[in-house]
């Protein structure tokens, strides 16, 4: 199936470290989500992005929506232990309804 | 107001049986989207339902097949299961409009044995 290209894969980072990752489409997409995964739960809503350009914030998390519309990007500052977990990008394209969801980003924080 | 509810959380399953998965979406959602999720593959989209009617489909057999139901619950089923259906399956609702954000259950771990 069609999967978005999220990188890094996985990383350890220290806890106290900011992290950076990406989500790449070959594709335009009119709507990128950000999503956290626990271990044994569904994935969680971080944010939501709507227009090229847009940059959000949720508390220690911020988001953007790339200029190109083929890209996003999601940092974390100063992070913790409990920000472990894999971290999920979704795209959608005008019209269809259907998010593609990118490979995941494991996150490990060694305290 | 209460998430997405899916149930059971656990089913383990023989191949060859058939089996159903219930989702229950966030009160005032019209919209409820499957998924499939393994190791191998990552997310992978089932199909969505949106007032009772299946809006979209991914490319999965025929032996997966959904409804949704006048309040807005939603079933799967699987049948002639295999040893491959073995996964954890999401389901997520959202109002339906545009680019809505999806919510997701927490899922139902299925064995296939």
């Known amino acids: 199936g069609q999967q978005l290209n999220q990188s890094p894969q996985s990383m350890f980072i220290q806890e106290g470290e900011d992290v950076s990752m990406n989500c790449t489409s070959s594709?335009?997409?009119?709507?990128w989500l950000w999503y956290k995964q626990d271990p044994g739960e569904g994935p969680v809503l971080l944010i939501a992005?709507?227009?090229?350009?847009e940059l959000t914030s949720n508390g220690r998390l911020t988001a953007q929506f790339g200029i190109t519309r083929k890209d996003s990007f999601l940092n974390i500052s100063a992070s913790i232990p409990s920000d472990v977990g894999i971290y999920f990008c979704a795209g959608s394209t005008s019209g269809t309804y259907k998010y593609i969801f990118g490979t995941g980003t494991r996150l490990k924080v060694l305290a | 107001k209460a998430g997405v509810t899916q149930t059971p959380r656990y089913l383990i399953k023989t191949r060859g049986q058939q089996v159903t998965l219930s989702c229950s979406p966030i009160?005032?959602?019209?919209?409820v989207s499957w998924y499939q999720q393994t190791p191998g593959q990552g997310l992978q989209f089932l199909f969505e339902y949106f007032s009772e009617t299946q809006r979209n489909k991914g490319n999965f057999p025929g032996r997966f097949s959904g409804r949704q139901f006048s309040n807005s619950r939603s079933e799967m089923n699987v049948s002639t299961l295999e040893l491959g259906d073995s996964a954890l399956y999401l389901c997520?609702?959202?109002?339906?409009?545009?680019?809505?954000?999806?919510?997701f259950g927490n899922g139902t771990r299925l064995t296939v044995t």
């Open positions: 997520a609702s959202r109002n339906g409009t545009g680019g809505s954000p999806l919510h």
């Open positions: 992005l709507y227009k090229a350009g």
């Open positions: 594709s335009i997409f009119n709507t």
């Open positions: 009160s005032g959602h019209r919209s």
